[in-house]
Structure formats: C-alpha cells, structure tokens
C-alpha cells in the first residue's frame, strides 16, 4: 500500500520523541506519533518510573498532548522504538487507543530504518470493549 504524504512527517516526530524517552530500567526507548482528523500531529515517548507499573508508554504521551490541545480523533499512528523488528501498541495502549480512533485507523509499524508494516487499527484491536 502507498504510504500517504504526512508518513515522513510522521516518523521524524516519533523518532524525534523517541530520542527523549525516559527509559533508564528497560532501555527500551519508544516513539509515537498521531494524527488527527484535523491534521494535525502530536508525538510522545515512554516515561518510566522506578515504581515499573507507574511507566506511561508513548501512545500515552501522544494521547495527552493531544487532549491537551482539544482534539479527540485519531487517524493514524506511527510506532516506532529502538531495534530493528516490528513494535506494536501493547494492550494496554490498544484500549487506550480505541478510546479515540476514528472506524478506519491506519497503525505505521516501523522500525528505525523505516516503515515496515501498515495495520488497521480494528484489527489490532476487535471487539474492544464498549458498554
Ligand atoms: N512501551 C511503550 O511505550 N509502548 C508500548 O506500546 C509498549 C511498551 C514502553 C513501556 C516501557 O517503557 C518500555 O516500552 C518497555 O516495556
């Protein structure tokens, strides 16, 4: 599939972000970046903590600059962290995500070299849970 124009706006943010990680117990150094319906684009990375459950992944980050700006609806994400092989939102992010992704979200799976795979968000996710 044809990656759209904004993709290399995409990854420069997430590597950009990634490149600030707080990561200092895993050394796992992830970078995020969305965008919105209204084009526009907000990045985040991981920020652990020395109390490990407290860490916030980089979706998360992403997420918060992104309410914090007044936006709610996400249609692309781009992933991408330090090594070489694919890195998915893990499912706790995934439940966060769907909390804002529009029906057709396209995830960017990449690695530092670049993109390596292109996901619906649906199927990363189906049957999220919903009351
Ligand atoms: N991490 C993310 O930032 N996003 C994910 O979807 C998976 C995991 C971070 C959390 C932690 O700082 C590090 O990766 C190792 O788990």
Redesign the pocket.
């Given at each position: 599939m044809k990656l759209p124009v904004y993709f290399e706006k995409m990854l420069k943010q997430a590597i950009s972000a990634r490149n600030n990680a707080y990561?200092p117990y895993?050394k796992?150094q992830?970078g995020c970046c969305i965008r919105t319906e209204n084009n526009l684009f907000f990045a985040g990375t991981?920020v652990?903590n020395i109390a490990f459950g407290t860490?916030q992944?980089?979706?998360g980050a992403a997420i918060g600059a992104m309410i914090t700006a007044g936006e709610r609806k996400i249609t692309n994400l781009l992933?991408v962290a330090i090594n070489d092989s694919p890195?998915t939102?893990?499912g706790n992010?995934r439940q966060q995500l769907s909390e804002f992704a529009k029906p057709n979200m396209q995830v960017y799976v990449c690695n530092p070299q670049g993109h390596l795979q292109t996901i619906k968000f649906t199927d990363l996710l189906p049957y999220s849970f919903k009351f």
């Open positions: 990561a895993s796992f992830v991981n652990e860490t992944c980089a979706e992933l890195c939102p893990c992010c």
